[in-house]
């Protein structure tokens, strides 16, 4: 299984991009999707994750309002929408698949298996 992030890039502060996770190989095996970011100097953080049908969502506090998660299963692809954005986004985000293993929405790293190589997100003042 691999993932593939994209949509990163430079915005102004205030403007929106959309992240997308592309997954290929058996992705038959990924059940749950999330983002992560991590910051210069930061700990990679847990961002949002989506159910396997997408019908439940789950955000750390500062995306709440401002990101949308969301999958298209046909596509095998997994959107992060993200409004009004921060110089405090700045981050390289990350995509990561679970296997399902738990009856709640994974918000920890190690509750991951499959991991996308990250793209950059840059928001200026």
């Known amino acids: 299984v691999q993932l593939q992030a994209s949509g990163g890039g430079l915005v102004q502060a205030g403007g929106s991009l959309r992240l997308s996770c592309t997954a290929s190989?058996?992705?038959?095996?990924?059940?749950?999707v999330g983002w992560f970011r991590q910051a210069p100097g930061k700990e990679r953080a847990f961002v949002a994750v989506?159910?396997?049908?997408?019908?439940?969502?789950l955000y750390e506090d500062s995306a709440k309002g401002r990101f949308t998660i969301s999958r298209d299963n046909a596509k095998s692809t997994v959107y992060l929408q993200m409004n009004s954005l921060k110089p405090d986004d700045t981050a390289v985000y990350y995509c990561?698949?679970?296997?399902?293993?738990?009856?709640?929405?994974?918000?920890?790293?190690?509750?991951?298996?499959?991991w996308g190589q990250g793209t950059q997100v840059t928001v200026s003042s």
């Open positions: 190989g058996a992705t038959f095996l990924i059940y749950r």
């Open positions: 990561a698949g679970d296997r399902g293993r738990s009856s709640w929405l994974p918000r920890m790293e190690d509750e991951y298996v499959y």
């Open positions: 989506i159910s396997e049908n997408g019908e439940d969502t």
